[in-house]
């Protein structure tokens, strides 16, 4: 019960870095440190964990089938009505979609002020704009990962008081696409790394260097230098001439 919110909730924190390193605030780009990140991850963790020590009282296996489920009636109405729409799927989408959307207004005002400016080098607005097809594309795509979940979650809540009325084959449909949810879900951690792989070169070329490194398969290259003629030690030779 730990793992799953936990994972959503760092895909937030994410979102939020991402719009404090953007920002032209010295301030707000200050709480983008490690030091920050530890005490927000540790709140976090902490959290959630408080949070599920319920689940140890009031979830447990029922007879006759002896699956998991509640065994506190006012419990289940607090998780399938708050916990589990609000403060796991729908607030969750809220601060993905909100903080994406003012790390790209910060993206798009840095670019347009550098585009202003003459002393601006091509490289570096280069370097921007690939930095902002990487955060625009990550985004987009962990809001689209966490929305299939969030609709599941509204259906299962919509649909709790028919449970019992439910078919064997629409159990394992549902449960089936829990499934499939939660594997979206899981494809959107492991997609940071091909995103920017694929949509940065410099950060390829970066990539690529430091598995040469790693794998000891740089090149030996000879660096040309000039010599000049007054370095080399000139010998001479003393030639005696005999006298007749």
Same mark, same amino acid.
């Given at each position: *019960?730990?793992?799953?919110?936990?994972?959503?909730?760092?895909?937030?924190?994410?979102?939020?870095?991402?719009?404090?390193?953007?920002?032209?605030?010295? *301030?707000?780009?200050?709480?983008?440190?490690?030091?920050?990140?530890?005490?927000?991850?540790?709140?976090?963790?902490?959290?959630?964990?408080?949070?599920?020590?319920?689940?140890?009282?009031?979830?447990?296996?029922?007879?006759?089938?002896?699956?998991?489920?509640?065994? #506190?009636?006012?419990?289940?109405?607090?998780?399938?009505?708050?916990?589990? @729409?609000?403060?796991?799927?729908?607030?969750?989408l809220i601060v993905l979609i909100v903080f994406?959307?003012?790390?790209? *207004?910060?993206?798009?005002?840095?670019?347009?002020?550098?585009?202003?400016?003459?002393?601006?080098?091509? *490289?570096?607005?280069?370097?921007?704009?690939?930095?902002?097809?990487?955060?625009?594309?990550?985004?987009?795509?962990?809001?689209?990962?966490?929305? @299939?979940?969030?609709?599941?979650?509204?259906?299962?809540?919509?649909?709790?008081?028919?449970?019992?009325?439910?078919?064997?084959?629409?159990?394992?449909?549902?449960?089936?696409?829990?499934?499939?949810?939660?594997?979206?879900?899981?494809?959107?951690?492991?997609?940071?790394?091909?995103?920017?792989?694929?949509?940065?070169?410099?950060?390829?070329?970066?990539?690529?260097?430091?598995?040469?490194?790693?794998?000891?398969?740089?090149?030996?290259?000879?660096? @040309?230098? #000039?010599?000049?003629?007054?370095?080399?030690?000139?010998?001479?030779?003393?030639?005696?001439?005999?006298?007749?």
């Amino acid at each position: *019960r730990i793992v799953a919110p936990c994972a959503l909730s760092f895909l937030g924190l994410a979102a939020f870095d991402r719009w404090a390193c953007t920002s032209r605030s010295a *301030r707000i780009r200050k709480l983008s440190s490690i030091r920050t990140a530890y005490c927000i991850v540790l709140i976090t963790v902490l959290f959630w964990s408080l949070l599920s020590i319920p689940f140890l009282s009031f979830f447990d296996l029922i007879p006759p089938t002896y699956t998991c489920g509640f065994t #506190n009636d006012l419990f289940q109405k607090i998780t399938n009505f708050f916990l589990a @729409p609000i403060l796991c799927a729908i607030f969750p989408l809220i601060v993905l979609i909100v903080f994406g959307i003012l790390t790209y *207004r910060n993206l798009h005002l840095m670019t347009t002020i550098n585009g202003q400016q003459q002393s601006v080098t091509t *490289r570096l607005s280069m370097w921007e704009q690939q930095i902002t097809r990487m955060m625009i594309i990550q985004t987009v795509l962990n809001v689209s990962c966490a929305l @299939p979940q969030c609709i599941l979650l509204i259906y299962t809540i919509a649909t709790v008081q028919q449970s019992a009325m439910k078919s064997l084959d629409q159990i394992y449909i549902e449960y089936l696409l829990a499934q499939l949810c939660e594997f979206i879900v899981c494809l959107d951690f492991a997609s940071s790394f091909y995103i920017f792989f694929l949509s940065s070169s410099r950060f390829r070329q970066t990539t690529k260097m430091y598995l040469k490194r790693l794998l000891h398969l740089e090149s030996n290259q000879v660096t @040309p230098f #000039n010599i000049s003629a007054s370095t080399v030690p000139v010998t001479g030779t003393k030639t005696h001439y005999r006298q007749n």
